[in-house]
């Protein structure tokens, strides 16, 4: 460790020399000739050279060793390992020259003292016991005697039997299904499986529905042998790999189940905590994820009438809905306690607006070793902050703070980033832009998702950036781009909405730390990620040996991850005027109007105000464009006005039923809990047929866009 910050290159700006030949190619040739290329700077040729010195920064070779020490251990949220992960991050940011601190926050989390379950046929012989450990034929990390069994985070607890019944993916409608066909849920263990939505709302519609347990396994079809080869041999699940995760109730709000909206800092007195037992975010009844080995031999014995279309996974025999056939014997002990976390945070101070922060993160925490998530993402920050130390120690100072986390305990429920979030609201209302970074680099096709006003900063990043490919990130990613983005099987699945014919940029829905910033105090966001065949997702064999073999073997894009997170910073810390689109913003909302008005059987709903302001805000935004185009000497008033524009879509009511979640345009699905529902108190209650509730809600909406539109105006 001490040896690879010795070998740090020190490259002054001016050296350009020292930079590669695929960096100088990837460089836009309209970017030397200055002010009109790149929006959000009079001039651009001053931060061409920055860029150009940054780009030559991240190293392949280094992201690969970071990634090879912070996956050496498993380290979940709460260990001892984990906070060494939170020490070796720590002296990183320090020696690269960041202002350096390890945040404590104390959290309720569970860890298993015991998970089981032994499957029975009506005639009483025994079908299948479990969780099988994970293994395969060859694998070096698997065997560490420090590896927690799977389990799934925010599980109830209990000792339970009943009969079994299959209910798909566990959505909404497969739920529906089941009760349109009689089939009653109460008192019986229900078995779905992995995709189609977030595992907690799976967990959440079966304790809805009377159920006393839910076993979730990876079904092939999705993200096994029926994908391609498993691993050793592939990419892809092998029969006994078991994907961990929370099944918190995500979507009614996320962090601490004891503190919501409350920063759970150490100091935070146990009389401000709510009661561990009676959380608004948690189920209550047991939930035990397994893997195909044990599902298996319980589908195969299941009764009852054969599955609908669609319903069918991969394993060789038809799938039966059940009721008969099987019952299980379902043991779940959960160790619960409030528990220390770390966050780390690094930050750069801004030489002229210094309260206009840039917040970069990505978790640190995982379920086993993490190399893909979320370590690649944290491996790639790495290499961006060596690159901004690189830029500090040559002179340069960014105009806006920089800050750069490293979140803990992502995975039982975005907790570190929440309660950080929850205590510095204040100062985040004015932060800038919050890039996410995750699940950098299961394979080489780039990917994003974003709020509509920064989908073409992402995309005019992504064209400095050069591909191992060829060409710029952004070519490949245009060769790529199919027009839809479904990570079901990496736990992200974004809606996708491109206004015009340039590379699609999804919809932030939730999954990941982008959630507290945006949809609780209203930061403008982005999520950047590089996909691939990913089957190990939560797995013990998502580790340093899977990664080499299937994902990056030279680092390569850790590499190009690190070059794009460093330039969203870096533009977004020294534009001149921030770059935010809002025409296309005012698009996006003007169509999700349009489809929830058709999609509408209220014939009493008066959509035409939201229209209206819609189409004022459209506006609005094409006046602005102007003026950012052309600020004047002082553009501080007019960024003021620009970032306030976010701010107008929070309402402090929140959603209904979940007021946590404040964001009036973007929210984690109540029944998807993942994907984004686009203006979600109206289609939610349309959804839900409540037009009252609709219309209320439209008038929100309503309130929010005129209020947009009025501070754009402001600026005019």
């Known amino acids: 460790m001490h040896l690879r910050v010795a070998a740090l290159p020190i490259i002054c700006i001016t050296s350009f020399s020292l930079l590669t030949s695929a960096v100088m190619q990837a460089q ?135 009969e079994v019944v299959y209910a798909n993916y566990g959505r909404l409608e497969d739920f529906d299904k089941l009760a349109a066909d009689h089939i009653d849920l109460h008192g019986k263990i229900v078995l779905v499986r992995y995709g189609g939505n977030f595992r907690g709302v799976k967990v959440y519609i079966a304790e809805q529905r009377g159920a006393i347990g839910v076993l979730i396994y990876s079904d092939p079809y999705d993200d096994g042998y029926f994908k391609g080869d498993a691993y ?12 961990r995760g929370s099944v918190q109730y995500l979507f009614k709000y996320p962090g601490d189940p004891q503190t919501p909206g409350v920063a759970s800092t150490v100091d935070l007195p146990d009389s401000a905590r709510q009661d561990p037992a009676h959380t608004g975010n948690q189920p209550n009844i047991i939930a035990v994820p397994i893997s195909y080995h044990d599902a298996a031999p319980i589908l195969k014995e299941l009764k009852g009438a054969g599955v609908p279309k669609g319903w069918q996974g991969a394993l060789p025999f038809s799938y039966h809905i059940g009721g008969t056939g099987v019952s299980i014997h379902l043991v779940s002990d959960q160790d619960y306690q409030v528990r220390t976390i770390w966050d780390v945070i690094g930050k750069i101070k801004g030489t002229d607006r210094s309260d206009d922060w840039v917040v970069v993160g990505n978790h640190r925490d995982a379920w086993v070793y993490g190399a893909v998530d979320p370590n690649s993402g944290t491996a790639a920050m790495l290499e961006a902050v060596h690159g901004f130390g690189v830029l500090l120690k040559s002179g340069w100072k960014p105009k806006r703070t920089i800050v750069v986390g490293s979140w803990d305990a992502e995975e039982e429920g975005l907790i570190g980033s929440t309660e950080w979030t929850e205590q510095h609201a204040e100062v985040l209302k004015h932060a800038v832009a919050y890039f ?62 491109s206004m015009n014919d340039d590379i699609p940029v999804g919809d932030l829905g939730s999954g990941s730390d982008f959630t507290p910033f945006l949809q609780h105090v209203g930061v403008p966001s982005t999520d950047i990620g590089s996909r691939g065949d990913y089957g190990v997702y939560h797995s013990v064999f998502d580790n340093y040996a899977w990664y080499t073999q299937n994902a990056d073997p030279t680092f390569v894009y850790l590499q190009e991850m690190a070059r794009i997170l460093g330039l969203e910073t870096l533009h977004m810390a020294d534009a001149d005027v921030l770059p935010y689109d809002y025409i296309t913003y005012a698009k996006e909302i003007a169509a999700y109007l349009d489809k929830a008005k058709s999609r509408s059987s209220a014939k009493t709903l008066d959509f035409a105000p939201a229209q209206a302001a819609a189409a004022r805000f459209l506006r609005s935004a094409e006046a602005i464009r102007a003026r950012q185009a052309n600020p004047g000497t002082n553009p501080t008033l007019l960024n003021t006005q620009l970032r306030a524009t976010e701010t107008s879509f929070i309402s402090e009511a929140g959603l209904p039923g979940r ?21 979600p108190g109206v289609n939610e209650a349309l959804e839900a047929k409540n037009p009252s509730l609709a219309a209320q809600q439209l008038v929100v909406l309503t309130q929010s866009l005129n209020q947009a539109a009025q501070t754009l105006e402001a600026g005019f």
């Open 28 to 162: 836009d040739s309209s970017l030397s000739s200055g002010s009109a290329q790149v929006f959000g700077y009079t001039d651009f040729t001053a931060q061409a050279k920055i860029d150009a010195a940054f780009l030559a920064v991240p190293d392949a070779k280094y992201a690969g060793q970071e990634l090879k020490i912070l996956t050496a251990k498993p380290h979940m949220a709460a260990t001892k390992e984990d906070y060494e992960t939170a020490q070796y991050v720590a002296q990183k940011f320090k020696s690269a020259g960041l202002e350096t601190e390890i945040v404590p926050y104390r959290v309720l989390l569970n860890q298993p003292r015991k998970v089981s379950f032994e499957a029975r046929s009506d005639a009483g012989a025994l079908l299948s016991t479990g969780p099988t450990p994970e293994h395969v034929s060859s694998d070096p990390f698997q065997d560490d005697p420090r590896i927690v069994p799977p389990f799934n985070g925010s599980s109830g607890s209990g000792d339970v039997t009943g």
């Open 232 to 243: 050793p041999n592939g990419a892809w699940r092998p029969d006994t790999g078991v994907q």
């Open 436 to 497: 996410n970074v995750d699940v950098a680099v299961a394979g080489t096709d780039f990917g994003a998702e974003a709020v509509p006003s920064l989908k073409q900063f992402v995309r005019e990043v992504t064209k400095e950036v050069p591909s191992p490919k060829g060409g710029s990130v952004y070519d490949q990613w245009k060769l790529s781009s199919v027009g839809e983005s479904d990570d079901s099987n990496s736990g992200h699945a974004h809606h996708i909405n």
């Open 659 to 679: 007021p946590w979640y404040k964001h009036t345009i973007y929210a984690p699905g109540e029944y998807t809990g993942y994907a984004a529902v686009v203006i």
